[in-house]
């Protein structure tokens, strides 16, 4: 039954590092998005997607770039990694544009050291 | 510009209710979301109100909106150890876009 999954449940990388998180979804969603979590912040939209190829920023796409080649995939990646960036990485995948039913990943939980 | 603010601890007893606030400054918003996120897990959605409602019931939650107020509450009946939990209210307007609160931890004392 699974939706959406995230390739990494934890990962530890160095400053300067390019770093790759990747997202995908069963469900043949065109609508595909990546937040970042942290505490006493809520949620922060980062960057999203409404279709394979098209990409948009979110409100703090500063640092990060997405990919999306193929409908099933959505790639966040941090070109450059800081110390700043160490956060949960979320990923969702609304079946259209209300949310009314909610399909997030399980997270990532990025440490850059 | 738009905003969600949540408080960001409540502490009940198990058995009691739990009410847990937001407001919102986005008066074009559409539907409004209340998500549960448990430890080391993703977000689940628990509920959502459509902007033109002002309230919706499903078993023990209670969801109460003032638009005029830009305010809306999420009530857990017979709060129970296991509603231990960050709760997220958000907001849209139908974008797909949503726009989160900080998240109030919920803890509930036996």
């Known amino acids: 039954d699974v939706k959406v999954t995230q390739s990494s449940r934890y990962l530890v990388k160095r400053t300067g590092e390019k770093v790759f998180l990747e997202c995908v979804q069963d469900?043949?969603?065109?609508?595909m998005f990546w937040y970042r979590q942290d505490p006493g912040l809520g949620l922060r939209l980062i960057y999203f997607?409404?279709?394979?190829?098209?990409?948009e920023k979110g409100d703090i796409p500063e640092g990060y770039s997405v990919s999306r080649e193929k409908k099933e995939r959505f790639s966040l990646i941090l070109e450059s990694a800081s110390t700043n960036q160490t956060s949960m990485y979320l990923c969702a995948s609304p079946p259209g544009r209300l949310n009314t039913e909610a399909f997030f990943g399980q997270g990532t939980r990025l440490t850059v050291v | 510009g738009e905003d969600v603010e949540q408080s960001l601890f409540l502490s009940v007893r198990e058995g009691d209710s739990s009410v847990i606030n937001c407001t919102y400054t986005d008066s074009s918003s559409t539907y409004l979301y209340w998500y549960k996120q448990e430890p080391g897990a993703g977000l689940q959605l628990l509920t959502y109100i459509f902007s033109n409602m002002d309230m919706k019931q499903d078993q023990r939650l209670t969801v109460l909106l003032n638009k005029k107020d830009k305010h809306l509450s999420l009530r857990i009946a017979d709060t129970q150890t296991g509603d231990s939990a960050i709760y997220f209210c958000?907001?849209?307007?139908?974008?797909?876009?949503?726009?989160f609160g900080q998240g109030t931890t919920l803890q509930v004392k036996p």
């Open positions: 958000a907001e849209s307007k139908g974008t797909g876009k949503l726009i």
């Open positions: 997607s409404y279709d394979v190829k098209m990409k």
């Open positions: 469900m043949d969603h065109e609508n």
